[in-house]
């Protein structure tokens, strides 16, 4: 068993930047791929970027540039730093967590193979 919490949201005006953590408690944090998902109001929960237990990175290609996923294995952490914010990216964001028994298996996108889950962070962006 994983708990995940989120923290770092909040209110930031376009253009500006947040670092989302998450904390991960439980089981060996190392064993798992991480990912950031969102989910705005009245919109399906979307894929933002995952890290795979090797440490590569997988962006959405609509956001691409403006984030940088991370993890500290020795924090039990993940963080997503998100820059140059607008409007769009309004939304709760979400970690979550996959165990993966292969270290160089690719992430998934699809929220369907992540076992764990936060409870939310809210970001909201204001023009």
């Known amino acids: 068993q994983v708990q995940l919490v989120e923290s770092g949201g909040g209110l930031v005006r376009a253009g500006g930047s947040l670092r989302l953590s998450c904390a991960a408690s439980?089981?060996?944090?190392?064993?798992?791929?991480m990912a950031w998902f969102r989910q705005a109001p009245g919109k399906e929960r979307g894929f933002v970027a995952s890290i795979g237990r090797n440490g590569r990175t997988t962006y959405t290609n609509s956001l691409e540039g403006r984030l940088s996923i991370s993890r500290d294995n020795a924090k039990k952490t993940t963080y997503l730093q998100m820059d140059s914010l607008k409007p769009e990216d309004t939304a709760v964001y979400y970690c979550?967590?996959?165990?993966?028994?292969?270290?160089?298996?690719?992430?998934?996108?699809?929220?369907?193979?992540?076992?764990?889950w936060g409870q939310g962070t809210q970001v909201t962006v204001s023009s």
């Open positions: 439980g089981r060996t944090f190392s064993n798992y791929a």
């Open positions: 979550a967590a996959d165990r993966v028994y292969t270290y160089d298996s690719a992430t998934s996108r699809s929220p369907e193979e992540y076992e764990y």
